[in-house]
């Protein structure tokens, strides 16, 4: 195996699940596993995890059926904008519809009808993202023909939060007031009312009033906040480690620059630079070149030099650094704020960036 690898703590993983049902307890958990779960790997997250949620998440129609391929049994919604086309799929994999549009909403009864299947559909509202979903001043007559679809199972009703993670709840609250105004036509009506959810991470941790019956964490699950200043109520933490170990290690003179472009030399005396195995071919960004920091035997180093494809180079100093030795790139003592500070980009890009290149190893499974 490659020595450069994500290490995932599965245990870890768990008391994330736990921790933040236990904050929203009664409403339900649907961990968000889309981007190959948040970069930790579907495989051999999801199966783990299964027995613990009560439903999974995921963008696309193809990481759903990924999913069922995997074996998994557990409902699956596909939360992202689905082509007509792709409508067949649901059917056959029991993957449960975002309806975002009064058009994919029909089409989806018709082929139901037509096929003598049933389909799951949760409705989805756009409160404020303009993204996907029916503006609640549209959503009258949505709801109504939703009514008339006999061949769906509209089991779930939810919008998305744009700023939850910001302390200013103003907005979030906007978003929630116009979900509440969608909600009315079921009291209305008198109408038993669908499994309502709002909250992404941001919303778990900042909105607790829009906890309603279930919630939709993402990097949360992974212990990753998803802002800066946010409150850390909920006992999550990282749950990857991103571990090389060095491949080469030399004595580099000054006056002798080191890699691409030669945007950095040792000044003064000489410096030992080693070389680690993994560059931005393997998601450690270009953009980090002599920013980031690395930790080599327990120490932190500075990494020097443009970042290759494949390599980079971190300045030991007078350390006697080893080929073999443990090099870590994120996790013990890195943050994945740092990296993604050194990269210009927030902590989720840092995580569904490390590529598929990158082995992803499991450990902690005890169950
Ligand atoms: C990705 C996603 C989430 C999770 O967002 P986080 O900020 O990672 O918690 C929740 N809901 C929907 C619809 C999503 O697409």
Known sequence: MRPTYLEINLAQLKHNLE????????????PMVKANAYGHGIEGVVPFIEPYVDMLGVALVEEGIQLRQLGIKKPILVAGGTMIGQLPSFFEHDLTLTASSLDLLLVADQLAESTR????????????????GVHEY??????????????????GIYTHLANSEKVDRKYSLLQLERFQEILRFYEKNSLPMPMRHVCNSGGILNVPEA???????GVLFYGIYPGRDIERKVDAKPVATWKSKVAYS???????PVSYGSLWQAEGSPTRIVTIPCGYADGYFRNMTNRARVVINGKSYPQVGRICMDQFMVNAGEDDVKVGDEAVLLGGGITVEELADWAGTNEYEVMTNISARVPRVYVGAVQ
Do not use: N, Y
Request: hydrophobic content about 45%; charged content about 30%; some cysteine.
């Open 138 to 155: 549209e959503a009258e007559e949505f709801l109504q023909k939703s009514l008339a679809c006999r061949h769906l199972e509209v089991e």
């Open 117 to 132: 299947q049933r389909m799951k559909v949760h409705l989805k509202f756009d409160t404020g993202m303009e993204r996907v």
């Open 211 to 217: 906890h309603f019956d279930m919630v939709r964490p």
């Open 250 to 256: 030399k004595i580099t003179l000054p006056g002798r």
């Open 19 to 30: 921790a933040i049902r236990a904050h929203v307890a009664p409403a339900k958990v649907m």
